[in-house]
């Protein structure tokens, strides 16, 4: 079996269970499907349209802007009055102000949910499945499933529960909801091993999981509390199944931080868990798009790849990175905020670059960008036959004259909205051996990784007064990145300089609504966000979802305050 099983989408049993949420009901399973399969086939594709899904809920208007564009690190403008305007929908979802009909809202609800039916199929199937690969399948379906659950507890307070296709789930929350998940995750723990990673649930990675909800558990229990409480026997839990993941020795901490979203991420051993992109599966993501500008074109061999003018940085979390480092800009200080691959922007001179050596720079980018120039469809070669790099200007935009300068300064003003505006951020690489680079990414995304094991175990000590334990696992992950000067050791511990370590640690990387809500940040003041209602700390089920349920009074309540 190979690491992922994905190469099996092949299989007529993906066009099995499919979780309507406008029905309430799936699609059963046809098994006359399987005819003519061994049990090793079945077995193997019954799960595959459970990972499948995972694809569509980290596309970058999905999950990424519910967790990212919420929160005070990304903002996302009516670029040039023309761009992303959709109708204000990221504008409301910045100010928290979203609405039950938001696309977002219903996409990712629905790309969860379908994962969960497709794992309640697999699991129906694979429970009489005679191949010795069913049980480790099962024990994976039975992970997977309890993963979305906690993908529906966190977003929008509640979770499906059912064994049968056929009857209809039973929604569960708070201190309920928080049992289920766990008695699913300690129920498969002990079948799972660490081979098939990190494209597929494992014993780390389901280890994480339990340290994550662990964590979270004050929030899910209490979700509009003044102040969340943190059980110590809750925090106990998460040091322990941290420990566990570190005391396994498969995953150790990368030396390059960007090498963690690279093309041949699969094979980095700091990822736990992630949605496998390979190419011989079918990878389809724009995470490596989606900030950058329209006039920049990463890849030599395709004149169509560029950017989408997207989200920025907002100023404020930019401020943090800043402050944090004074005297020292952060690019020179910490070497997972800026990483330069073209020489250009220290040696002027260096304005001809072969082909094959063509990389973009990666991190939070600011400032005058260089790159490909494109002309009449083609881009401009030096004398010597290299590629011309030069400064770029807004010529896809129809505007020759106005450089491609990020600036700090971006909102939703007509002057904060321009082309131009907002830092940044190239975290993800800008695949270059896809069939497009633009729309098919080949890096995986990340879920879970072992630095989060790390600060998820800092925060642990540091909520039970360990200020000198949580310090040395922050200066551990630190340390680590030695590709370049790692960042200084810091002195001290706080919880708000962890919650601010998290932040450099892990932004662009969907956790960030998630952190903010657990620290009490959440309905704080950044940018364009004035808006403290505790009662958006949930998303809205989507209306089509309880129109849906309508046949069934009481069934599918909305969450307060929509």
Not at 412 to 429: H, I, L, M, P, W
Request: proline share 4%; charged share 20%; aromatic share 10%.
């Amino acid at each position: 079996m190979t690491n992922k099983i994905l190469s099996f989408l092949s299989l007529a049993i993906t066009v099995g269970t499919m979780y309507s949420c406008t029905k309430l009901n799936e699609k059963v399973l046809d098994e006359a499907l399987s005819a003519g399969q061994t049990e090793k086939q079945i077995a193997e594709g019954s799960i595959v349209p459970a990972y499948a899904r995972l694809e569509d809920v980290f596309l970058h208007t999905n999950y990424f802007s519910l967790q990212e564009i919420s929160t005070d690190e990304a903002i996302l403008p009516y670029r040039g009055g023309t761009d992303w305007g959709d109708n204000g929908i990221y504008l409301a979802l910045h100010k928290h102000e979203t609405t039950s009909t938001d696309v977002n809202v219903r996409n990712t609800w629905n790309n969860i949910l379908q994962g969960v039916s497709r794992s309640i199929t697999a699991i129906n199937v694979l429970k009489t499945n005679t191949d010795p690969s069913a049980p480790l399948l099962l024990a994976e379906a039975r992970a997977l499933r309890a993963y979305y659950s906690m993908l529906t507890l966190d977003l929008y307070g509640l979770v499906f529960v059912k064994e049968d296709p056929k009857e209809t789930s039973t929604i569960i929350r708070g201190e309920q909801a928080i049992e289920y998940i766990k008695s699913e995750l300690l129920a498969v723990e002990p079948l799972l091993d660490n081979t098939t990673g990190p494209g597929r649930l494992t014993k780390a990675g389901v280890q994480g999981l339990l340290a994550r909800l662990y964590l979270n558990a004050g929030v899910y229990r209490d979700r509009y509390a003044a102040t969340v409480t943190f059980k110590t026997e809750d925090l106990d839990k998460v040091i322990e199944y941290c420990d566990k993941v570190i005391a396994t020795g498969g995953h150790q901490l990368s030396n390059d931080y960007f090498s963690l979203f690279s093309d041949a991420n699969h094979s980095n051993k700091e990822l736990i868990f992630a949605v496998d992109q390979r190419s011989n599966l079918n990878g389809h993501n724009r995470m490596a798009y989606f900030s950058l500008s329209g006039d920049q074109f990463p890849l030599p061999a395709y004149t169509g790849a560029n950017g989408t003018d997207g989200p920025g940085i907002t100023p404020d979390f930019y401020r943090t990175w800043v402050n944090a480092n004074l005297p020292l800009d952060p690019a020179v200080a910490d070497p997972r905020f800026y990483q330069q691959n073209l020489s250009i922007y220290t040696n002027p001179a260096d304005s001809c670059v072969d082909a094959a050596a063509f990389n973009i720079n990666r991190g939070i980018l600011r400032g005058q960008q260089y790159g490909l120039i494109r002309r009449n469809g083609v881009f401009l070669k030096c004398g010597n036959g290299k590629m011309l790099v030069a400064k770029l200007f807004h010529d896809t935009r129809s505007r020759p004259t106005q450089a491609v300068d990020f600036t700090e300064a971006i909102d939703f003003t007509v002057a904060g909205s321009n082309y131009n505006t907002g830092f940044r951020v190239s975290k993800y690489e800008f695949s270059k051996t896809s069939v497009s680079g633009r729309n098919f990414g080949e890096h995986d995304i990340v879920i879970l990784r072992l630095a989060d094991i790390y600060l998820m175990r800092a925060e642990a000590k540091m909520r039970k007064n360990d200020a000198v334990g949580a310090l040395a696992d922050v200066n551990l992950v630190r340390a680590s990145r030695t590709k370049t000067a790692p960042a200084a050791p810091l002195a001290a511990m706080t919880l708000d300089i962890l919650f601010r370590e998290r932040g450099f640690e892990f932004y662009w990387e969907c956790l960030r609504r998630t952190d903010m809500i657990r620290f009490g940040k959440y309905e704080g003041t950044w940018t364009e966000k004035t808006n403290t209602d505790k009662q958006k700390r949930l998303f809205p089920i989507p209306l089509t979802a309880i129109d849906a349920a309508s046949n069934i009074p009481g069934y599918l309540v909305q969450n307060a305050g929509y």
